[in-house]
Protein backbone atom coordinates (compact mmCIF):
# COMPACT_ATOMS: atom_id res chain seq x y z
CA UNK A 1 0.00 0.00 0.00
CA UNK A 2 1.56 3.39 -0.99
CA UNK A 3 -1.45 6.04 -1.39
CA UNK A 4 -0.70 9.20 -0.01
CA UNK A 5 -2.05 10.59 2.91
CA UNK A 6 -1.99 14.24 3.86
CA UNK A 7 -3.37 14.61 7.53
CA UNK A 8 -3.08 18.36 7.85
CA UNK A 9 -5.57 19.44 5.59
CA UNK A 10 -7.85 22.49 7.03
CA UNK A 11 -11.71 23.49 6.72
CA UNK A 12 -14.30 25.61 7.64
CA UNK A 13 -17.33 25.11 8.92
CA UNK A 14 -19.96 27.96 8.30
CA UNK A 15 -21.48 28.39 11.60
CA UNK A 16 -18.18 27.88 13.82
CA UNK A 17 -16.17 30.37 11.43
CA UNK A 18 -18.55 33.01 12.51
CA UNK A 19 -17.54 33.04 15.96
CA UNK A 20 -13.92 34.25 14.88
CA UNK A 21 -13.16 37.49 16.45
CA UNK A 22 -11.25 39.80 14.68
CA UNK A 23 -8.26 39.15 12.28
CA UNK A 24 -8.43 35.21 13.08
CA UNK A 25 -11.93 35.65 11.56
CA UNK A 26 -10.63 36.79 8.30
CA UNK A 27 -8.26 35.01 6.06
CA UNK A 28 -7.43 35.74 1.99
CA UNK A 29 -10.53 35.43 0.19
CA UNK A 30 -9.17 32.99 -1.99
CA UNK A 31 -7.84 30.73 1.27
CA UNK A 32 -11.25 31.12 2.69
CA UNK A 33 -13.18 29.66 -0.78
CA UNK A 34 -10.82 26.97 -0.38
CA UNK A 35 -11.38 26.41 3.48
CA UNK A 36 -15.14 25.87 2.62
CA UNK A 37 -14.61 23.84 -0.25
CA UNK A 38 -15.23 19.90 -0.67
CA UNK A 39 -15.84 19.13 -4.00
CA UNK A 40 -14.34 21.73 -6.46
CA UNK A 41 -9.87 22.84 -6.04
CA UNK A 42 -9.84 20.89 -2.60
CA UNK A 43 -10.08 17.61 -5.20
CA UNK A 44 -8.28 19.05 -7.99
CA UNK A 45 -5.47 19.60 -5.57
CA UNK A 46 -5.16 16.65 -4.03
CA UNK A 47 -5.68 14.27 -7.90
CA UNK A 48 -2.71 16.70 -8.95
CA UNK A 49 -0.87 16.21 -6.02
CA UNK A 50 -2.08 12.35 -6.04
CA UNK A 51 -3.11 12.58 -2.31
CA UNK A 52 -5.43 9.96 -1.68
CA UNK A 53 -6.66 10.69 1.46
CA UNK A 54 -7.06 14.37 3.30
CA UNK A 55 -7.37 13.85 6.76
CA UNK A 56 -9.25 16.91 7.44
CA UNK A 57 -9.64 19.40 10.45
CA UNK A 58 -10.89 22.88 11.36
CA UNK A 59 -8.95 25.90 10.77
CA UNK A 60 -8.10 28.02 14.04
CA UNK A 61 -8.61 28.53 16.44
CA UNK A 62 -10.92 25.87 16.26
CA UNK A 63 -13.43 25.33 18.96
CA UNK A 64 -10.69 26.94 21.37
CA UNK A 65 -12.62 30.09 21.97
CA UNK A 66 -16.07 29.41 22.52
CA UNK A 67 -17.98 29.96 25.62
CA UNK A 68 -19.12 27.20 27.70
CA UNK A 69 -22.73 27.98 27.21
CA UNK A 70 -22.86 27.52 23.43
CA UNK A 71 -19.65 24.99 22.99
CA UNK A 72 -21.48 21.73 23.47
CA UNK A 73 -24.06 21.45 21.20
CA UNK A 74 -22.34 23.62 18.48
CA UNK A 75 -19.38 21.58 18.38
CA UNK A 76 -21.44 18.42 17.75
CA UNK A 77 -23.06 20.30 14.53
CA UNK A 78 -20.22 21.12 13.28
CA UNK A 79 -18.53 17.45 13.69
CA UNK A 80 -21.98 15.71 12.54
CA UNK A 81 -21.04 18.19 9.51
CA UNK A 82 -17.92 17.27 9.02
CA UNK A 83 -18.62 13.39 9.20
CA UNK A 84 -21.31 13.84 6.78
CA UNK A 85 -18.30 15.51 4.74
CA UNK A 86 -16.16 12.40 4.86
CA UNK A 87 -19.26 9.98 4.43
CA UNK A 88 -19.81 11.82 0.87
CA UNK A 89 -16.10 10.57 -0.34
CA UNK A 90 -14.81 7.76 2.41
CA UNK A 91 -11.79 7.29 0.41
CA UNK A 92 -10.70 10.42 -0.20
CA UNK A 93 -11.96 11.76 3.54
CA UNK A 94 -10.74 10.98 6.78
CA UNK A 95 -10.97 13.54 9.67
CA UNK A 96 -10.11 14.87 13.18
CA UNK A 97 -12.61 16.23 15.43
CA UNK A 98 -13.41 19.66 17.09
CA UNK A 99 -13.88 19.77 20.68
CA UNK A 100 -15.32 22.16 22.92
CA UNK A 101 -12.32 22.05 25.57
CA UNK A 102 -14.01 25.14 27.51
CA UNK A 103 -16.04 21.80 29.27
CA UNK A 104 -13.50 19.26 29.76
CA UNK A 105 -15.47 16.18 30.43
CA UNK A 106 -17.81 16.91 27.72
CA UNK A 107 -14.72 17.66 25.65
CA UNK A 108 -14.14 14.23 26.52
CA UNK A 109 -17.24 12.87 26.09
CA UNK A 110 -17.39 14.33 22.30
CA UNK A 111 -13.80 12.94 21.39
CA UNK A 112 -15.36 9.89 22.28
CA UNK A 113 -18.69 10.10 20.49
CA UNK A 114 -16.31 11.47 17.44
CA UNK A 115 -14.34 8.26 17.46
CA UNK A 116 -17.52 5.88 17.47
CA UNK A 117 -18.56 8.13 14.23
CA UNK A 118 -15.18 7.34 12.67
CA UNK A 119 -13.16 10.30 13.62
CA UNK A 120 -9.43 9.34 13.85
CA UNK A 121 -8.76 11.65 16.57
CA UNK A 122 -8.67 15.25 17.38
CA UNK A 123 -7.05 18.49 16.70
CA UNK A 124 -6.77 21.26 19.28
CA UNK A 125 -5.36 24.56 18.08
CA UNK A 126 -3.93 26.90 20.51
CA UNK A 127 -4.88 27.74 24.27
CA UNK A 128 -8.57 27.21 25.08
CA UNK A 129 -9.56 30.71 26.00
CA UNK A 130 -6.37 31.62 27.14
CA UNK A 131 -5.18 27.86 29.28
CA UNK A 132 -2.85 26.18 28.70
CA UNK A 133 -4.24 22.77 27.92
CA UNK A 134 -1.74 21.07 30.04
CA UNK A 135 -3.61 22.46 33.25
CA UNK A 136 -5.32 19.47 35.44
CA UNK A 137 -8.58 20.32 34.53
CA UNK A 138 -7.85 19.22 30.62
CA UNK A 139 -6.64 15.62 31.61
CA UNK A 140 -9.67 14.13 31.45
CA UNK A 141 -9.70 14.51 27.25
CA UNK A 142 -5.76 13.06 27.41
CA UNK A 143 -7.04 10.27 29.76
CA UNK A 144 -9.98 9.79 27.40
CA UNK A 145 -7.88 9.85 24.19
CA UNK A 146 -5.61 7.52 25.64
CA UNK A 147 -8.54 5.09 26.54
CA UNK A 148 -9.95 5.30 22.99
CA UNK A 149 -6.41 4.86 21.32
CA UNK A 150 -6.49 8.16 18.90
CA UNK A 151 -3.89 10.92 18.54
CA UNK A 152 -4.57 14.84 19.53
CA UNK A 153 -3.39 16.84 17.77
CA UNK A 154 -1.82 20.16 18.72
CA UNK A 155 -2.01 22.72 16.04
CA UNK A 156 -0.65 26.27 16.82
CA UNK A 157 -3.19 29.52 16.88
CA UNK A 158 -2.84 33.04 17.75
CA UNK A 159 -0.44 34.14 20.29
CA UNK A 160 -2.56 34.98 23.09
CA UNK A 161 -3.52 38.76 23.40
CA UNK A 162 -0.20 39.87 25.81
CA UNK A 163 2.13 37.95 24.27
CA UNK A 164 1.30 39.25 20.73
CA UNK A 165 1.12 42.81 22.47
CA UNK A 166 4.29 42.37 24.34
CA UNK A 167 6.20 40.65 21.51
CA UNK A 168 5.50 41.19 18.18
CA UNK A 169 2.50 43.99 17.87
CA UNK A 170 5.25 46.56 16.52
CA UNK A 171 5.69 44.63 13.55
CA UNK A 172 1.74 43.49 12.75
CA UNK A 173 1.42 46.02 10.22
CA UNK A 174 4.85 45.46 8.33
CA UNK A 175 4.74 41.70 8.76
CA UNK A 176 1.44 40.33 9.54
CA UNK A 177 2.76 36.52 9.24
CA UNK A 178 5.35 37.17 11.96
CA UNK A 179 2.67 36.76 14.87
CA UNK A 180 1.74 33.86 12.95
CA UNK A 181 3.35 30.54 10.50
CA UNK A 182 6.48 32.94 10.98
CA UNK A 183 7.26 32.86 14.46
CA UNK A 184 4.41 33.38 16.60
CA UNK A 185 2.17 30.05 15.66
CA UNK A 186 5.41 27.75 16.07
CA UNK A 187 6.49 29.61 19.32
CA UNK A 188 2.65 29.34 20.98
CA UNK A 189 2.59 25.21 20.18
CA UNK A 190 5.85 24.67 20.63
CA UNK A 191 5.15 25.54 24.55
CA UNK A 192 1.99 24.08 24.79
CA UNK A 193 4.00 20.87 24.02
CA UNK A 194 6.91 21.54 26.49
CA UNK A 195 4.24 22.20 28.96
CA UNK A 196 2.56 19.12 28.56
CA UNK A 197 5.55 17.09 28.80
CA UNK A 198 6.52 18.73 32.02
CA UNK A 199 3.28 18.49 33.44
CA UNK A 200 3.51 14.91 34.24
CA UNK A 201 0.35 13.64 32.00
CA UNK A 202 2.37 10.95 30.21
CA UNK A 203 3.49 9.37 33.59
CA UNK A 204 -0.38 9.41 33.89
CA UNK A 205 -1.25 8.49 30.76
CA UNK A 206 1.43 6.87 29.20
CA UNK A 207 0.50 5.69 26.04
CA UNK A 208 -1.50 8.83 24.72
CA UNK A 209 -0.41 10.11 21.29
CA UNK A 210 0.18 13.69 20.34
CA UNK A 211 1.10 15.07 16.90
CA UNK A 212 2.79 17.93 15.92
CA UNK A 213 2.83 20.02 12.66
CA UNK A 214 5.46 22.29 11.16
CA UNK A 215 8.01 19.91 11.58
CA UNK A 216 7.88 19.09 15.35
CA UNK A 217 6.93 23.43 16.09
CA UNK A 218 10.86 23.66 16.48
CA UNK A 219 11.40 20.85 18.93
CA UNK A 220 13.14 18.20 17.27
CA UNK A 221 16.14 20.83 16.93
CA UNK A 222 16.07 22.13 20.66
CA UNK A 223 14.95 18.74 21.78
CA UNK A 224 19.59 17.96 23.09
CA UNK A 225 19.19 21.03 25.01
CA UNK A 226 15.64 21.20 26.59
CA UNK A 227 16.71 17.49 27.86
CA UNK A 228 19.84 18.48 28.97
CA UNK A 229 18.30 21.78 30.62
CA UNK A 230 15.45 20.04 32.33
CA UNK A 231 18.01 16.97 33.62
CA UNK A 232 20.09 19.52 35.65
CA UNK A 233 20.40 19.21 39.18
CA UNK A 234 17.40 21.05 41.26
CA UNK A 235 14.75 19.69 39.44
CA UNK A 236 11.94 17.41 39.29
CA UNK A 237 13.21 14.37 37.73
CA UNK A 238 11.78 14.13 34.00
CA UNK A 239 13.17 12.62 30.40
CA UNK A 240 11.72 15.06 27.97
CA UNK A 241 13.52 13.04 25.61
CA UNK A 242 12.07 9.52 26.31
CA UNK A 243 8.74 11.49 26.48
CA UNK A 244 9.21 13.27 22.95
CA UNK A 245 10.43 10.04 21.21
CA UNK A 246 7.81 7.62 22.76
CA UNK A 247 4.22 9.96 22.60
CA UNK A 248 4.72 12.49 19.93
CA UNK A 249 4.47 12.10 16.33
CA UNK A 250 5.47 14.99 13.85
CA UNK A 251 4.31 16.00 10.35
CA UNK A 252 5.41 18.21 7.31
CA UNK A 253 2.59 20.48 7.71
CA UNK A 254 3.81 24.27 5.60
CA UNK A 255 7.61 22.74 6.35
CA UNK A 256 8.73 21.56 3.21
CA UNK A 257 12.75 21.83 4.20
CA UNK A 258 15.36 18.86 3.14
CA UNK A 259 17.63 19.63 6.59
CA UNK A 260 14.60 20.30 8.90
CA UNK A 261 13.16 17.21 7.56
CA UNK A 262 16.50 15.26 8.36
CA UNK A 263 16.75 16.94 11.72
CA UNK A 264 13.63 14.85 12.61
CA UNK A 265 14.33 12.09 11.46
CA UNK A 266 17.79 12.02 12.88
CA UNK A 267 16.12 12.98 16.68
CA UNK A 268 12.63 10.89 16.16
CA UNK A 269 13.39 8.26 13.34
CA UNK A 270 11.40 7.56 10.46
CA UNK A 271 8.27 6.32 11.48
CA UNK A 272 7.49 9.69 13.76
CA UNK A 273 6.89 11.66 10.86
CA UNK A 274 3.87 12.17 8.82
CA UNK A 275 2.90 13.72 5.31
CA UNK A 276 1.07 16.94 5.92
CA UNK A 277 0.55 19.93 3.33
CA UNK A 278 -1.60 22.76 5.70
CA UNK A 279 -4.10 23.01 2.80
CA UNK A 280 -5.44 25.46 1.66
CA UNK A 281 -2.94 27.51 3.70
CA UNK A 282 -0.19 26.15 1.37
CA UNK A 283 -1.90 26.64 -1.81
CA UNK A 284 -0.58 23.88 -3.64
CA UNK A 285 -0.26 19.92 -2.49
CA UNK A 286 1.63 18.83 -5.59
CA UNK A 287 5.08 20.05 -4.79
CA UNK A 288 4.98 19.15 -1.18
CA UNK A 289 4.55 15.75 -2.68
CA UNK A 290 7.67 16.49 -5.12
CA UNK A 291 9.75 17.70 -2.63
CA UNK A 292 9.22 14.28 -0.49
CA UNK A 293 9.76 12.36 -3.09
CA UNK A 294 12.86 14.02 -4.06
CA UNK A 295 14.67 13.60 -0.92
CA UNK A 296 17.26 10.62 -0.49
CA UNK A 297 15.34 8.66 2.00
CA UNK A 298 14.47 4.98 0.68
CA UNK A 299 11.64 3.92 -1.09
CA UNK A 300 10.54 2.32 1.96
CA UNK A 301 11.10 5.37 3.95
CA UNK A 302 9.34 7.53 1.85
CA UNK A 303 6.34 5.23 1.76
CA UNK A 304 6.51 5.47 5.33
CA UNK A 305 6.41 8.89 6.03
CA UNK A 306 3.85 9.53 2.62
CA UNK A 307 1.36 7.39 4.18
CA UNK A 308 2.50 4.18 5.95
CA UNK A 309 2.96 5.98 9.39
CA UNK A 310 -0.92 7.84 9.25
CA UNK A 311 -2.24 4.03 8.18
CA UNK A 312 -0.65 2.64 11.33
CA UNK A 313 -1.62 5.92 14.14
CA UNK A 314 -4.74 6.64 12.46
CA UNK A 315 -5.59 2.67 11.37
CA UNK A 316 -6.67 4.29 8.02
C1 LIG B 1 -3.89 30.50 9.64
O1 LIG B 1 -4.65 29.85 10.37
O2 LIG B 1 -4.12 31.66 9.31
C2 LIG B 1 -2.67 29.86 9.10
C3 LIG B 1 -2.39 28.51 9.35
C4 LIG B 1 -1.26 27.94 8.85
C5 LIG B 1 -0.39 28.70 8.09
C6 LIG B 1 -0.66 30.02 7.82
C7 LIG B 1 -1.79 30.62 8.33
O3 LIG B 1 -3.24 27.78 10.11
O4 LIG B 1 -2.05 31.91 8.12
ZN1 LIG C 1 -2.60 23.96 9.90
Known amino acids: ESAIVAVEEHYWDAELSAYFAGSEGKRADEIERRLRDFEGDRIKDMDRAGIQIQVLSHGAPSAQKLSADIAVSLVQRVNDRLAIAVASRPERFAAFAALPTVLPEAAADELQRCVELGF ?8 SNGEFLDLKKFWPIFARAEAL ?17 AYYSDYATDFPMIARPAWGYTVEAGT ?12 RYPRLKIILGHLGESLPFQLWRIDQALSRPGQKSIS ?7 NFWV ?8 P ?12 RILFAVDWPFVSESAPAVAWMKST ?12 GNA ?4 KL
Not at 240 to 246: K, L, Q, Y
Not at 260 to 271: K, M, N, R
Open 120 to 127: KGAMLHGL
Open 149 to 165: DVPIYLHPSHPHPSVAE
Open 192 to 203: QAVRLIVSGVFE
Open 240 to 246: FRNIFSN
Open 251 to 258: TTSGFFST
Open 260 to 271: ALDCCIEELGVD
Open 296 to 307: RLSAPDKAKILG
Open 311 to 314: RALL
